[in-house]
């Protein structure tokens, strides 16, 4: 796929080859916060949204249109995958994800499916076919998917949660049981990874939200093993298309996050940039990482942060701008308008 591909900034900067300006999207760059969203949501509900093509396809065009970013990441969720293992998913208003079955036994572990991405999702390759004939050339779609220790904890927990309770007990009660199921699902994210690759996505992220609670040694343990798996099965069936791995709240994982193979790190904003290549080396890119918060402040806190994050990175490329995590609902569309501009203007090479 290579040899035909546009060039694509975004693509160039992961691959640390020479980028004219630093590209920039923004991470949940669809949702609430912008009222043509809201309207649709008026509408339909967050799942028929996600698994109706046209409808995705026209969020995920939101901000493409309105805020000019370099990258269009397909509206989907991160649940969709967990949904398709067996678990019985609602969104529940104010709450936000709901799994009703949560797995928690092994009967519940050797209950699950091993779905096939394409029958199980058939709506998310349309709608990533539906969003290269969009965009391209212009800018390039990424895919995503949770991590596995991110997924488990959702399907463990049954939603949200703030102490990680139930992930945990079974990670210090039952490990063999629990290795048994970051196995299982991490077999699925790569099957689900490569579909949206060979769907049109030309980059992906993985997103570990949660796993910044884990200790040093219990991600080394629990969490890294699958990443890794994940990456090395992705890279074996797509070799061409980067990856970007998040994990949020990380500072402290920063060197054992290197260590999964991804091209590019994600970083939350509690990372200073600068010290990227000295804590894990040079060869790998970086995307990253203001504080989706200084959006809600003065337009002239934006503009300071943009320069700093940018002053951070010495290189010439090997940056991706972005949030250190995702835009919040009812954050000032001026200031995410005014950030992309600002990246693009002080990010001339
Ligand atoms: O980035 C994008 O624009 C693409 C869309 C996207 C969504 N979710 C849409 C969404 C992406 C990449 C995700 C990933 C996702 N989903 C993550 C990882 C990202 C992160 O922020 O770390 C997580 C943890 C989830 C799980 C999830 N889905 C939660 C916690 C919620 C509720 C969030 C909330 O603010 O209420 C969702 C629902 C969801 N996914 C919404 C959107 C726009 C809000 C839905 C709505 O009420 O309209």
Redesign the pocket.
């Known amino acids: 796929m290579t040899d035909t591909s546009p060039s694509f900034l975004l693509l160039d900067a992961a691959r640390g080859l020479p980028v004219s300006r630093t590209p920039v999207w923004l991470?949940?760059?669809?949702?609430?916060y912008m009222p043509e969203f809201r309207a649709i949501?008026q509408k339909v509900d967050?799942l028929t949204l996600c698994n109706t093509p046209e409808l995705a396809v026209e969020v995920s065009m939101q901000p493409i249109d309105q805020l000019n970013v370099d990258g269009a990441?397909?509206?989907?969720?991160?649940?969709i995958p967990a949904q398709a293992m067996g678990g019985d998913l609602e969104?529940v208003k104010g709450e936000?994800?709901v799994i009703h079955n949560p797995v928690r036994t092994e009967a519940d572990v050797k209950n699950l499916r091993a779905p096939h991405p394409q029958e199980a999702s058939p709506a998310l390759g349309e709608a990533i076919a539906l969003l290269v004939k969009a965009v391209e050339p212009r800018i390039p779609v990424l895919g995503?998917t949770?991590a596995p220790w991110?997924t488990a904890a959702y399907m463990i927990e049954g939603g949200?949660s703030s102490h990680y309770r139930y992930i945990k007990t079974m990670m210090y009660h039952e490990p063999a049981l629990f290795d048994r199921l970051l196995e299982h699902i991490s077999g699925v994210l790569i099957q689900y990874l490569d579909y949206q690759a060979r769907s049109g996505a030309r980059l992906v992220q993985i997103?570990d939200?949660w796993a910044g609670a884990l200790s040093l040694a219990d991600y080394r343990r629990f969490a890294l093993p699958t990443t890794q798996r994940v990456i090395q099965g992705f890279k074996a069936l797509q070799p061409d298309v980067p990856l970007i791995l998040y994990v949020?709240n990380s500072n402290h994982l920063l060197e054992a996050t290197a260590e999964a193979g991804a091209d590019v790190l994600s970083l939350d904003w509690r990372v200073p940039l600068g010290e990227v290549p000295t804590r894990v080396g040079a060869e790998v890119s970086v995307q990253g990482n203001l504080d989706p918060c200084l959006l809600f402040g003065p337009a002239s806190g934006v503009e300071q942060g943009v320069k700093d994050v940018l002053a951070s990175w010495k290189s010439p490329t090997r940056h991706i701008f972005n949030l250190g995590?995702?835009i919040l609902?009812e954050t000032p569309v001026e200031n995410v308008k005014r950030l992309v501009e600002w990246v693009k203007e002080y990010g001339q090479h």
């Open positions: 991470m949940r760059q669809a949702g609430r949501r967050f990441i397909i509206f989907s969720d991160l649940l969104y936000g994800p995503f949770g991110t949200g997103f939200t949020n995590h995702g609902p």
